[in-house]
């Protein structure tokens, strides 16, 4: 075991302290109980919208000081990772005043609003050299990682096939209140949750060379506020079909879809090959199915995760008793400490996360004007 009291105080400066703030928290707090790290994460400061926000939400979150004020704490000796938790709006000049005063940033997904933002926010850090991570932390998944295992070693063979989805029924209501999620900077359900099943789809087959999507708005108005009687004109997706076209040639489909009743956490994918398959649900996270044999003998078994599937023996030395949310996020504040310390890609960064960003931005265009669209930045 390493030492922690002899290892490299890593300061973390938080800014926001909604659901992800919390969730950042937690990984912060928990990482060093659970992995061997270069680095000792200490809750230095906290920022949030006012004074006494952000003394309550350090006060409850554990960090030692705080401020209303996100460039006070960017701007502190004591703050060498920046996490960035605030509405995707603010991403960019956050990220971009931490990439100017050499912070690590850790950026909530999707990385910015647009991909124009996007890019510049890549470029200011690789220019910089300051290391970045984006929170797609769903690809934390040992399970996930046991499927890339197996669609790269040629297990299943020559891929054929990608059909992914990410289905939630957050939004299912049509009085659900307008909210930054409607707002046209919030990207709609493509973007929201769209954007986590275009990062698995690219970690596990490669990158998106072209999409033919259909962009549709279920509920063009929504109720202003929570039991508003104003209703406000809604201007994004509920729910997006694509085609796509992977750029080594395989095809496949995604769909993002925020009013899928019934549906609490469908964030799956099947990838069919030549000699068999991987499938897999957010909704029984533990588990990965994959299609092997043939004649009688031919179907899909079930592989539950377990410690010999890392880094789930952190958490657990017995197969079966099941990783949670939470742990995804811990899993990558250890790769982002490592990263930070000793240097390298933590991965996804914003260079992962922009193309991820031209992919929504590829279907949003091709909704609009009813054709295929070339993803852009393939050659970058």
């Given at each position: 075991m390493v030492d922690i009291s002899q290892s490299v105080r890593v300061g973390i400066g938080l800014i926001g302290t909604g659901f992800m703030g919390r969730c950042h928290?937690?990984?912060?707090?928990?990482?060093?109980?659970?992995?061997?790290?270069?680095?000792e994460p200490v809750k230095?400061?906290?920022?949030?919208?006012?004074?006494?926000a952000a003394e309550a939400g350090?006060?409850?979150?554990?960090?030692?000081?705080?401020t209303a004020d996100w460039q006070a704490l960017i701007d502190d000796a004591a703050v060498d990772i920046v996490a960035i938790t605030a509405p995707n709006v603010l991403h960019e000049p956050m990220a971009m005043a931490a990439i100017a005063a050499g912070k690590t940033v850790y950026c909530e997904k999707p990385l910015s609003t647009t991909a124009a933002s996007a890019l510049r926010m890549m470029e200011?850090?690789?220019?910089?050299?300051?290391?970045?991570?984006?929170?797609?932390?769903?690809?934390?998944?040992?399970?996930?990682?046991?499927?890339?295992?197996?669609?790269?070693?040629g297990e299943i063979g020559e891929i054929t096939g990608f059909r992914g989805r990410h289905a939630e029924n957050y939004m299912a209501d049509p009085a659900a209140p307008h909210s930054f999620r409607t707002d046209p900077q919030g990207g709609g359900a493509v973007a929201d949750i769209g954007s986590h099943i275009i990062a698995m789809a690219r970690y596990l087959v490669?990158?998106?060379?072209?999409?033919?999507?259909?962009?549709?708005?279920?509920?063009?108005?929504?109720?202003?506020?929570?039991?508003?009687?104003?209703?406000?004109?809604?201007?994004?997706?509920d729910m997006t079909h694509a085609l796509i076209r992977f750029a080594g040639g395989v095809g496949g489909s995604i769909e993002a879809n925020w009013a899928a009743t019934g549906r609490t956490m469908d964030l799956s994918f099947e990838i069919t090959g030549t000699k068999g398959a991987v499938a897999?649900?957010?909704?029984?996270?533990?588990?990965?199915?994959?299609?092997?044999?043939?004649?009688?003998?031919?179907g899909y078994r079930r592989i539950e995760a377990g410690p010999s599937h890392p880094p789930y023996g952190r958490f657990c030395p017995a197969p079966g008793h099941h990783l949670g949310f939470n742990d995804l996020k811990v899993i990558e504040v250890a790769d982002l400490i490592g990263s930070h310390v000793e240097g390298g890609?933590?991965?996804?960064?914003?260079?992962e996360a922009l193309a991820v960003q031209e992919t929504v931005e590829a279907m949003q265009t091709s909704s609009q004007e009813r054709c295929w669209v070339t993803v852009p930045g393939l050659g970058r």
């Open positions: 928290a937690n990984a912060f707090g928990s990482v060093a109980g659970l992995f061997d790290l270069p680095g230095a400061m906290l920022a949030d919208v006012t004074e006494a350090a006060a409850a979150l554990g960090f030692e000081r705080w200011a850090a690789e220019a910089a050299g300051v290391v970045t991570s984006v929170g797609f932390n769903f690809l934390r998944n040992p399970m996930i990682a046991l499927a890339r295992e197996i669609v790269t070693s490669g990158p998106i060379a072209e999409v033919s999507a259909d962009c549709v708005t279920l509920y063009p108005e929504r109720p202003a506020g929570p039991g508003a009687e104003e209703m406000r004109r809604v201007e994004v997706d897999f649900t957010q909704e029984r996270m533990n588990e990965l199915l994959l299609y092997a044999g043939s004649g009688a003998r031919a890609r933590c991965m996804p960064d914003f260079r």
